[in-house]
């Protein structure tokens, strides 16, 4: 019963942070207030707030209590391989995907470098925005082997690419190699971003294999910097 208390509490209080009801640089009550108002012990509401600290959503600092940080953004995981319909079904926010341009292309050097294609392959180049709450946040540049997949259409890019992959044409997707960095706004994101006035983005290479490891795959990701709070889990290994 006293784990199902302090996941309660610790619900109930990320509901109260995410409503606004607490805003960012709050101090949430003390412990000694907390465990009158749930009717708990200070060791039960204790776990519920290192459970919040862990997940990022206070910083607690000694003499000063329990602060809020600021939860406008959304979790994309480093490590996992999630497509962004997975994504979005998770976070449970309005969201959509705006095809801006899908075409079939010759790779030019830089492509031929990242998705180790010959000069004679065709390669699908599609470039999508993600919007999610009403705002063009992420801006993908993915580019497709065509010998793994032949065929693409518009309803497929603004749907699931992956999910087309896996249930159409019956391929398994299996890892990811990525890169991340920051990098300056160019014209093409001020075009298809919606930037808010930042001037760099969070850049995500991803180079991703399937079963088999070939390379099929290849994208750029183009975050907006306020936005996204990339996260992973790491285990020390002994």
Same mark, same amino acid.
Request: glycine share 4%; hydrophobic share 35%.
């Given at each position: 019963?006293?784990?199902?208390?302090?996941?309660?509490?610790? #619900? +109930? $209080?990320?509901?109260?942070?995410?409503?606004?009801?607490?805003?960012?640089?709050?101090? $949430?009550?003390?412990? #000694?207030?907390?465990?009158?108002?749930?009717?708990?012990?200070?060791?039960?509401?204790?776990?519920? %707030?290192?459970?919040?600290?862990?997940?990022?959503?206070?910083?607690?600092?000694?003499?000063?209590?329990?602060?809020?940080?600021?939860?406008?953004?959304?979790?994309?995981?480093? &490590?996992? %391989?999630?497509?962004?319909?997975?994504?979005?079904?998770?976070?449970?926010?309005?969201?959509?995907?705006?095809?801006?341009?899908?075409?079939?292309?010759?790779?030019?050097?830089?492509?031929?470098?990242? %998705?180790?294609?010959?000069?004679?392959?065709?390669?699908?180049?599609?470039?999508?925005?993600?919007?999610?709450?009403?705002?063009?946040?992420? !801006?993908?540049?993915?580019?497709?082997?065509?010998?793994?997949?032949?065929? !693409?259409?518009?309803? /497929?890019?603004?749907?699931? /690419?992956?999910?087309?992959?896996?249930?159409?044409?019956?391929?398994?997707? &299996?890892?990811?190699?990525?890169?991340?960095?920051?990098?300056?706004?160019?014209?093409?994101?001020?075009?298809?971003? +919606? $930037? #808010?006035?930042?001037?760099?983005?969070?850049?995500?290479?991803?180079?991703?294999?399937?079963? +088999?490891?070939? $390379?099929?795959?290849?994208?750029?990701?183009?975050?907006?910097? +306020?936005?996204?709070?990339?996260?992973?889990?790491?285990?020390?290994?002994?």
């Amino acid at each position: 019963m006293k784990e199902n208390k302090f996941l309660a509490i610790y #619900n +109930d $209080l990320l509901l109260q942070i995410r409503k606004g009801t607490f805003q960012p640089n709050d101090k $949430l009550p003390s412990e #000694n207030e907390l465990s009158q108002q749930y009717q708990t012990s200070r060791e039960t509401i204790r776990k519920a %707030l290192n459970l919040l600290s862990e997940h990022g959503y206070i910083q607690k600092i000694k003499g000063k209590g329990s602060i809020v940080l600021d939860v406008g953004k959304y979790d994309f995981p480093v &490590s996992g %391989l999630v497509s962004f319909k997975e994504l979005a079904q998770k976070m449970r926010k309005p969201a959509r995907t705006i095809v801006h341009e899908l075409e079939i292309v010759k790779p030019d050097e830089y492509i031929r470098k990242h %998705l180790s294609v010959p000069n004679k392959d065709e390669v699908w180049k599609v470039i999508r925005s993600r919007e999610i709450e009403g705002e063009k946040i992420i !801006l993908d540049k993915d580019f497709f082997h065509r010998k793994f997949v032949p065929l !693409l259409t518009r309803d /497929i890019c603004e749907d699931s /690419i992956y999910e087309y992959i896996e249930k159409e044409l019956k391929l398994k997707i &299996s890892f990811a190699k990525k890169e991340m960095f920051v990098d300056q706004v160019t014209d093409e994101d001020r075009k298809y971003l +919606d $930037l #808010n006035g930042y001037e760099h983005v969070v850049v995500v290479k991803n180079f991703v294999y399937l079963e +088999d490891a070939s $390379l099929f795959q290849f994208t750029e990701s183009r975050h907006r910097l +306020d936005k996204f709070r990339f996260v992973d889990f790491a285990r020390r290994t002994h």
